[in-house]
């Protein structure tokens, strides 16, 4: 999770970072009204429905590993006791 976080914070220093720059620069200084839409509708969709969409996966699968880890406990908990009723004890 961290090398994931860093690739993303280290994301401007890639080609992607310098390929956003440029488009940026170009919507600055042209005038051309349907590339900084398009461009805009690009970005949104990469920063927050991708990414919103790995951290709900990411919360899914912490949240099922404490529900895996509660029922392991709880099983050994009826295991050790299943086992004592059957010996005669309590």
Do not use: H, P
């Amino acid at each position: 999770i961290t090398d994931t976080a860093d690739d993303l914070v280290n994301l401007a220093n890639t080609s992607i970072g310098m390929t956003m720059d440029e488009v940026e620069d170009f919507l600055c200084n042209m005038n051309a009204s349907f590339v900084g839409g398009r461009y805009r509708k690009v970005r949104d969709e990469m920063c927050t429905r991708m990414l919103g969409g790995g951290a709900q996966v990411n919360w899914a699968l912490w949240a099922l590993a404490l529900l895996l880890e509660a029922c392991a406990v709880l099983a050994n908990l009826l295991s050790t006791r299943l086992r004592g009723l059957r010996r005669g004890g309590a």
